[in-house]
T-cell receptor, first 111, second 114 residues
Framework: QQQVKQSPQSLIVQKGGISIINCAYE??????FPWYQQFPGKGPALLIA?????SEKKEGRFTISFNKSAKQFSLHIMDSQPGDSATYFC??????????FGQGTELSVKP | DAGITQSPRHKVTETGTPVTLRCHQT?????MYWYRQDPGHGLRLIHY???????DKGEVSDGYSVSRSKTEDFLLTLESATSSQTSVYFC?????????????FGSGTRLTVV
């Protein structure tokens, strides 16, 4: 009930390509879905977030697509750059402000 | 950025010894969290606090205890460290509201239990 499942575990994309990371959840009470970006040796940092009353949110090259009926959401990185190489985590808020995180995706963007 | 620091940054300890990790914040945030990060498991919540002396368990709390005697400090203690507690530990505070709600994480503590 509390899980957030993330795929793929790792992803290699060519520079300029589109990176897509997917997450699925079970608990329909989740009400907030952020994505975090983590560089080696650093803590995760908030990248972009969405609430279930909208189906898409875009910030620059980063877009979240949200499908409430399927209980799935995804992160799209357009025009991927080597500087985007990092680990990405999806998460869901289980009410009370506690975030449940996915397993993480290690993205590598090749020049 | 919210000021949040973790100490130590790295620690190697022996099995069976007690270990305390410290999280310090400078901006008077009420909610604080301890997570551990392990490959294939992402970030898992150990304990959290919603105020001084108010703490509660997360999903992987066995073998860990916490204390919060001051708003700015949240301590995580491994009473008797085991090899399965080798991990990277992150402290976080919740910041912002509405569309800007999120966590700010510290830089982490890499703990190795030998």
């Amino acid at each position: 009930q509390q899980q957030v499942k993330q795929s793929p575990q790792s992803l290699i994309v060519q520079k300029g390509g589109i990176s897509i990371i997917n997450c699925a959840y079970e608990n329909t009470a989740f009400d907030y879905f952020p994505w975090y970006q983590q560089f080696p040796g650093k803590g995760p940092a908030l990248l972009i977030a969405i609430r279930p009353d909208v189906s898409e949110k875009k910030e620059g090259r980063f877009t979240i697509s949200f499908n409430k009926s399927a209980k799935q959401f995804s992160l799209h990185i357009m025009d991927s750059q080597p500087g985007d190489s990092a680990t990405y985590f999806c998460a869901a808020n289980n009410q009370g402000g506690k975030l449940i995180f996915g397993q993480g995706t290690e993205l590598s963007v090749k020049p | 950025d919210a000021g949040i620091t973790q100490s130590p940054r790295h620690k190697v300890t022996e099995t069976g010894t007690p270990v305390t990790l410290r999280c310090h914040q400078t901006e008077n945030h009420r909610y604080m969290y301890w997570y551990r990060q392990d490959p294939g498991h992402g970030l898992r919540l150990i304990h959290y606090s919603y105020g001084v002396k108010d703490t509660d368990k997360g999903e992987v709390s066995d073998g860990y205890s916490v204390s919060r005697s001051k708003t700015e400090d949240f301590l995580l203690t491994l009473e008797s460290a085991t090899s399965s507690q080798t991990s990277v530990y992150f402290c976080a505070i919740s910041t912002g509201t509405g569309a800007n709600y999120g966590y700010t994480f510290g830089s982490g503590t890499r703990l190795t239990v030998v």
